[in-house]
């Protein structure tokens, strides 16, 4: 048989960033090749280079990047072989969207907040294609329904802010599909996205793998999610590809210490609950010229304390509690929050949307209750709504014993030193015109913490530091981070003020496993350290899992069960506890064996 011409071929590609503190190599002279109809990952931690590649690729490296060398030959319908490097910039904008689309990693900051999420998917339907404006929305909502949207003719109509982070994914998701390309960047495309809808999702970028003979360069810092559905992964580290292989071999017999790192970062479903998550560091280190040198020890052990003190309360502990009459430190009783439906001239209100609808539960001081599932389920509203950031339209919130929904403005923001949130997009939580040491220090200097700036000033040091972050961070501003590096300066803001209970939302979506388990192992400590307690919404089960004391399962803006993890996990009773738990990409062997062989018999059919 004649070998396959590749459709994309990278050639010692080098992209640097020029500052004045001195020029980095993001992407270090790497080379490699994707094949039509082929699912290649590219795996690695936030700042490994994975998304300036993709980006590089696109010719959307602004200023201080620019591309150093190499070559991207991409075999276009309508060009015929080109460098895209090479390309004139006209020519390129044809390409984009159409022969080679990307789906990009922050979804909030990729969608038009003046235009509805329908009107900017059919843009890219008018501009390649010979569709009709009619013929565009019914396209476009088609691919509301194949993305899995709720209500797609509403979301059609919506704005990007009245939509879930989940949601918003989901759009740009459709919108990279739309013209069905020759080549699909997926860049974390499933990162917010919950454990059903993350199936679904991947189901269709395979649809149009196998229906097109698509190529599709998948981005992810998490090799979980690639398991089953790449024929082969690259492995990337500080700008180079340290290893690259089969699907299976690299879960199997990984080469280097930190692909071997990167399989074992990841909370398993089989952990038990008092373990402690391994990290990179675990595995390798490097000298002081740069060198990688393999750790002998490659097996994370935790320490006696590790195991006693995982948890700051078991289920035995929340039972004395309660008999003791110790008073929860949150009661939410028959909470609701409606969000109505308006049509016509005068805006009359014709339905609502029930988000939340009718919730209630206690958290007791120092537990962390987990909280899951479907995007759009009401997590998010939920969280907000404890916090007053959206007011809720029925039901009590008693936090400490006051009653949340009664407090003065004033007494609202001085409780909020005790009750902190970490919220699921970091870019949009960050003022773009505040360095990163001013985030951290400003909620400090609002409840008056710290006698002076320079005290302030060492506190916000201490707390990069505990979120994996440098000193030399401390002056640079949100754009010059990657999302997964933004969300570690949230959480170091949200933890600055020592607060009693912090909701998590989405805390860790968007960080690299080995960080993942840093963080989560930072919050368990902090946990210990200070009695405090989380409320931990997430759509990664495998984390809620890890976390929590209890999970509390949402759908439809209810709790449908509750219980243990090891209750839930192993004997749910609902049948939608269910079908998240069926959804979870199990990375084993045997799984993505067959989920291979599976790829190769449709390859072979044609």
Known sequence: MATPTPILQIKDLETVFSTRSGTTRAVDKISFEVFPGETVAIVGESGSGKSVTALSVMRLIDSPGSIAGGEAVFQSEKFGQVDLLQLPEKQMQRLRGREISMIFQEPTSSLNPVYTCGKQVDEVLLLHTNLTKKEARERTVELFEKAKLPRPEQVYDAYPHEISGGQKQRVMIAMAMACEPAILIADEPTTALDVTVQARMLQL?????????????????????????????????????????????????????????????????????????????????EDAFGNIIEKKKQVYEPSLEDVVNRHTLTVIDLKQQQANGQKPLLQVKDLKVYFPIKKGFFGRTTDYVKAVDGVSFNVQPGETIGLVGES????????????????????????????????????????????QMIFQDPYASLNP??????????????????????????????????????????????????????????????????????????????????????????????????????????????????????????????????????????????????????????????????????????????
């Not at 929904?405 to 005790?418: D, I, P």
């Open 433 to 606: 015109m505040h360095n990163v040491g001013e985030a951290i220090m400003e909620p400090m200097r609002v409840h008056k913490l710290y006698a002076n700036d320079k005290e302030r000033r060492g506190k916000a040091l201490e707390l990069l530091n505990k979120v994996g972050l440098v000193p030399e961070h401390f002056q640079r501003y949100p754009h010059e981070f990657s999302g997964g590096q933004r969300q570690r300066i949230s959480i170091a803001r949200a933890l600055a003020l020592q607060p009693k209970c912090i909701i998590c939302d989405e805390s860790v979506s968007a960080l690299d496993v080995s960080v993942q388990a840093q963080v989560l192992n930072l919050l368990n400590k902090l946990k210990r350290e200070f009695g405090i307690t989380y409320i931990f919404i997430t759509h990664d089960l495998s984390v809620a899992k890890y976390m929590s004391d209890r999970i509390l399962v949402m759908s439809k803006g209810r709790i449908v069960e509750s219980g243990t993890p090891d209750q839930l996990f192993s004997n749910p009773q609902q049948e939608y506890t269910r079908s998240l738990l069926s959804a979870i990409p199990k990375g084993e062997p045997e799984d993505i064996m067959a989920a291979q062989q599976r790829r190769e018999a449709i390859k072979a059919l044609g």
């Open 205 to 285: 970028i395979d649809e149009l793998r196998v229906k097109e003979n698509t190529a599709v360069l998948f981005i992810t810092h998490d090799l979980g999610v690639v398991a089953e559905i790449a024929d082969r992964i690259l492995v990337m580290y500080k700008g180079k590809l340290v290893e690259q292989g089969r699907t299976l071999e690299i879960f199997t017999h990984p080469q280097h210490p930190y692909t071997k790192g990167l399989l074992a970062c990841r909370p398993k479903l089989s952990d038990k609950p008092q373990s402690v998550l391994p990290t990179v560091s675990d595995f390798m280190e």
């Open 376 to 419: 759009g389920c009401g997590k998010t509203t939920l969280g907000r709504a404890l916090l007053r950031l959206v007011n809720s339209t029925e039901g009590s919130i008693h936090f400490e014993g006051y009653d949340i929904a009664r407090l003065s403005a004033e007494e609202l923001r001085k409780s909020r030193r005790n009750f």
